[in-house]
């Protein structure tokens, strides 16, 4: 093997040839021909890329390999490893979009020769582009002549790849491969959120020219960021802070500067003169270790000096103190740093002096550690004549229980990790900081009058509420301007869940009444679904054949989920579980590929778990994008009944020699189910009766749904008095 040459692993295999992990290994036995080990460990070995596929192609199967699928296999084996390699991918194309003539004649030479050439063109573009390597913290170090020899055919790949669909893009999808196979390296702030901050700052008249971010990450905040001049980032990865320099020159205009800086934020500040229109901070959470002992007399302790349990209060005074006067910023917090007693000075000089302008709380899911309900929270930092506010926005964006309508299984709650609605949740944020900001005293969408603070409503409401009126508003979540002398006690608890009352359950009390008449009549459905008496008969000895037999013979097509973007609702494995409707989303950013669209009659069965669960693909469920984890059978309807599948995929003997078992999780291989050789005729027999054994459990799940409405409201009702004992 040629020193040097890309390695690729058996799940590296299994992609490039659109198979299963298991097949890959039946391989490794089954043909001595197999190439061999040449890296990696006993239980984790690496093959050669170019011989796994010259045997894929002489076994028939891979035609070609795609280009995609290459470079990123050249890239994830690179001898020196894939951050440097995605750091040369992306230097080189930032070379392609800024001159791409240049790039021509350098890619004209033989690879030795352009090595060095490619390295001394780099140099000078990254001097323009980032200033010069003599500039402390420079995020991107140019490339020498025998650190690019061996990245040479990948970056010849990258270049072939980005003439197809874009520079950025093709630095999108390399750069969101990697993160996607290391997650646990990565704390990464999704795009829903990282829009919704961005929103935020730009919202009420404020001009967010030039918006630094303190702790950059992959740059998520301030590549959503519209029509910036500058973007200043700072982060203590070298590598993270590489690769976000590079997204952003990539992402950025031409005209907008890139200043990005390795290094401590807080105990080396790059920028330590920038007043910046905006900031934008994902900061690390939960720090002992962030110089509390060295900073003890920092000027940028203006409201306080933290302890040492309150990283996240020092995070937001570095914040405040990069802002210009009137400047804007939003800072992610755990919630905990909105109560916790060691920060109430802090936090009570924050909203005397009106830095604090609103604390939301954001679903469970809505980003890192996904089970717990982050806040944003709003500053701005006083001066230039700015009065300080007497209220606080307080926003939960908590969605309150909706029943399904009648007939129908209620959808699943959207909170949880991909299952987000945040079109919803934006919206919620937008209008209620929009309405509170443009006066300043609270201004608020939403109907009814009265005296006392504004209630800021979310999507829509009827009428206004202004002043001093109060006003409810429809939707998702709900806010309120909460005047500071309200909040300044012994605890100083900002917690919006603390002030605003909790979503009604099953829409409020006076909805109980019509939550308990749906119970009734699905009570009374569920009788006349019962299945009718069983008749017992001797086990049948049927001639069985398998999925993959199947799938090769052309009755089925069997596909997987979990990759694409765009904006189609993606039916997730939660659905399936919960027979609910699409729940998630395509990521913006995701990688550009066609998701895989699901149609009426299609079998959907999960990977994971080892449940006996399979769904048949409705008309109002088709045209979801399917999701990770998920397995598709789309069988010919001439040879094939869909509900005849689906209930043999689901008996318990089937799936169990189905399974394979791993240490932490169960696996199902699909191809291995197994289905009787049946007539049509008599496979619609079966099928009738097991859609109605569906129609059956759905409508014993519907009733066990309203029946948790119910009981929840009323424990709400009596504890609140809304509702009277009798």
């Not at 893009?169 to 196979?181: C, K, N, S, V, Y």
């Not at 009814?448 to 508003?473: S, W, Y």
Request: aromatic share 4%.
């Amino acid at each position: 093997m040629p020193e040097n040459a890309t390695e690729v692993t058996a799940a590296g295999i299994a992609r490039l040839a659109g198979v299963g992990r298991a097949a890959v290994s039946n391989w490794r036995r089954r043909h001595a021909d197999f190439p061999k080990p040449v890296g990696g460990t006993e239980t984790s070995p690496s093959f050669a890329l170019s011989e796994v596929e010259q045997w894929l192609r002489d076994q028939g199967k891979l035609a070609e390999v795609p280009l995609r699928e290459r470079v990123w296999q050249q890239l994830a084996g690179h001898p020196e490893g894939p951050v440097p390699a995605l750091v040369h991918a992306g230097c080189v194309l930032l070379l392609l979009r800024t001159s791409p003539a240049a790039w021509r004649e350098i890619a004209a030479v033989a690879d030795e020769p352009m090595a060095g050439v490619l390295s001394l063109a780099l140099d000078d573009l990254l001097t323009t582009r980032f200033g010069p390597a003599s500039e402390a913290g420079r995020a991107v170090r140019a490339p020498g002549r025998a650190e690019l020899l061996p990245s040479v055919p990948l970056l010849r790949g990258v270049a072939e790849l980005a003439a197809e669909g874009g520079a950025p893009e093709t630095f999108e999808f390399l750069l969101g491969r990697q993160l996607d196979a290391n997650p646990r390296q990565y704390t990464l702030t999704p795009s829903g959120l990282a829009g919704l901050m961005a929103a935020l700052v730009e919202t009420g008249g404020q001009s967010a020219r030039t918006v630094l971010d303190p702790a950059a990450g992959t740059g998520a905040l301030l590549r959503a960021v519209t029509g910036p001049t500058a973007l200043y980032a700072q982060e203590s990865d070298p590598d993270l802070a590489a690769l976000t320099a590079l997204r952003l020159a990539l992402h950025a205009d031409t005209g907008c500067a890139v200043v990005a800086r390795t290094g401590d934020t807080l105990r080396a500040d790059a920028f330590p003169r920038l007043a910046a229109d905006a900031v934008l901070c994902h900061p690390p959470f939960n720090e002992r270790n962030w110089g509390h002992d060295e900073l003890a007399y920092d000027p940028r302790w203006e409201y306080g000096f933290p302890a040492r349990t309150e990283s996240e209060l020092a995070w937001v005074q570095h914040a405040l103190a990069h802002l210009r006067e009137g400047g804007t910023a939003v800072l992610l917090m755990p919630p905990a740093a909105a109560s916790r007693r060691s920060g109430r000075r802090i936090r009570a000089d924050l909203l005397r002096r009106g830095a604090l302008r609103a604390v939301i709380a954001l679903p469970a899911g809505a980003a890192p550690p996904y089970g717990i309900p982050l806040h944003l929270w709003v500053l701005r930092r006083p001066g230039n004549g700015l009065h300080p506010s007497p209220e606080l926005l307080l926003v939960d964006t908590a969605e309150p229980a909706e029943p399904a309508p009648a007939g129908a299984v209620s959808a699943a709650p959207s909170g949880g990790r991909d299952r987000l609605d945040w079109q919803a949740v934006h919206s919620t944020v937008l209008d209620a900081w929009r309405s509170f900001d443009g006066t300043g005293t609270g201004t608020g969408t939403g109907t009814g009058t009265g005296t006392g603070p504004v209630d800021t409503g979310a999507e829509a409401g009827t009428g206004t509420g202004t002043g001093t009126g109060a006003g409810t508003g429809t939707g998702r979540g709900a806010g309120r301007a909460v005047p500071v002398i309200e909040l300044l006690d012994d605890d100083v608890d900002l917690a919006p869940a603390r002030h605003l009352p909790p979503p009604a359950a099953a829409g409020g009390p006076a909805e109980l009444v019509g939550v308990r008449q749906r119970l009734t009549e699905t009570l009374g459905l569920t009788g006349t679904l019962t299945p009718p008496a069983v008749t017992l008969s001797a086990p049948a000895h049927w001639p069985l054949t398998t999925v993959g037999e199947l799938a090769r013979a052309g009755a089925l097509q069997l596909r997987t989920g979990g990759s694409g973007t765009g904006p189609t609702p993606v039916l997730t494995e939660h659905d399936v579980l919960g027979a609910t409707a699409p729940s998630g989303s395509l990521p913006a950013d995701g990688p550009p590929e066609e998701p895989v669209l699901v149609e009426a009659g299609d079998v959907v069965v999960p990977v994971l778990g080892g449940g006996s669960v399979a769904r048949v693909v409705d008309g109002a469920t088709a045209g979801a994008a399917l999701g990770r984890n998920l397995q598709l059978l789309r069988p010919d309807p001439a040879a094939l009944d869909p509900w005849f599948i689906a209930g043999f995929l689901r008996g318990t003997a089937n799936n169990r020699q189905a399974s394979s078992y791993a240490s932490t999780a169960t696996r199902l291989d699909a191809r291995r189910l197994q289905l009787p050789r049946l007539p049509l005729a008599e496979q619609r027999r079966y099928g009738d009766r097991f859609r109605a054994l569906a129609e059956f459990e759905d409508a014993l799940r519907l009733a066990g749904r309203l029946g948790g409405q119910l009981i929840q409201g009323m424990y709400d009702g009596l504890t609140d008095g809304t509702v009277r004992p009798e």
